[in-house]
């Protein structure tokens, strides 16, 4: 059973640039009908879907936060981040990442890590 | 993008009742909505997807209903495990969105 684990710092300073891992267990990045996702949730409030990478590297963002985020894939480690630029306090958040899989196009998120809490302050 | 809303946004329940909570988007995503339970302190975990196919390892008392703008999510009958928050959430149009949640309370 595959299994996601987010890593990185819990502590950003307004202005600088959100940097987190995932790393992916018991499957393969590569798999031909996975995709990877981050979402994110504010605090005791909903859900938030940043984007997902496919293990080619093609992409697909949320508008709101195009402009700010860019998610890579490297194979070789089976690991995905998402780096989200310019952060303000309405970036802190409980951050997610997640497998988007299933049997037929689009897939739903069938596996989560754990989530980490990200604090943007000075 | 396309607005998922929820209702109710909480209901308060016993063990053993019946619990319906609605989903209505905005605009028609044919059936391409998916459920999910979250427990405090923990990451969501994927109940129903399109609309009313059962993840597996999830208990049949889960169910989801419909299709274009109205959603159902039924559990038959409410177990001391089901007390959490649910969420709806589209994957037809970009950017997939989710609704705001129901929490569901024991009574």
């Known amino acids: 059973q595959v299994q996601l684990q987010e890593s990185g710092p819990g502590l950003v300073k307004p202005s600088q640039t959100l940097s987190l891992s995932c790393t992916v267990s018991g499957g393969s990045i590569s798999s031909a009908t996975s995709y990877w996702s981050w979402i994110r949730q504010h605090p005791g409030k909903g859900l938030e879907w940043i984007g997902y990478?496919?293990?080619?590297?093609?992409?697909s963002y949320n508008p709101s936060l195009k402009s700010r985020v860019d998610i890579s894939v490297d194979t070789s480690k089976n690991q995905f981040s998402l780096k989200l630029s310019s952060v303000t306090a309405a970036d802190t958040a409980v951050y997610y990442c997640?497998?988007?899989?299933?049997?037929?196009?689009?897939?739903?998120?069938?596996?989560w890590g754990q989530g980490t809490l990200v604090t943007v302050s000075s | 993008d396309i607005q998922m809303t929820q209702s109710p946004s909480s209901l308060s329940a016993s063990v053993g009742d019946r619990v319906t909570i609605t989903c209505r988007a905005s605009?028609?995503?044919?059936?391409?909505l998916d459920w999910y339970q979250q427990k405090p302190g923990k990451a969501p975990e994927l109940l129903i997807y399109s609309a009313s196919s059962l993840q597996s390892g999830v208990p049949s008392r889960f169910s989801g209903t419909g299709s274009g703008t109205d959603f159902t999510l039924t559990i038959s009958s409410l177990q001391p495990e089901d007390f959490a928050t649910y969420y709806c959430?589209?994957?037809?149009?970009?950017?997939?969105?989710f609704g705001q949640g129901t929490r569901v309370e024991i009574k």
């Open positions: 959430q589209q994957n037809y149009n970009i950017p997939w969105t």
């Open positions: 997640a497998r988007v899989s299933g049997t037929s196009w689009p897939y739903p998120f069938d596996s």
């Open positions: 605009q028609s995503i044919r059936r391409y």
């Open positions: 990478i496919y293990y080619s590297g093609s992409t």
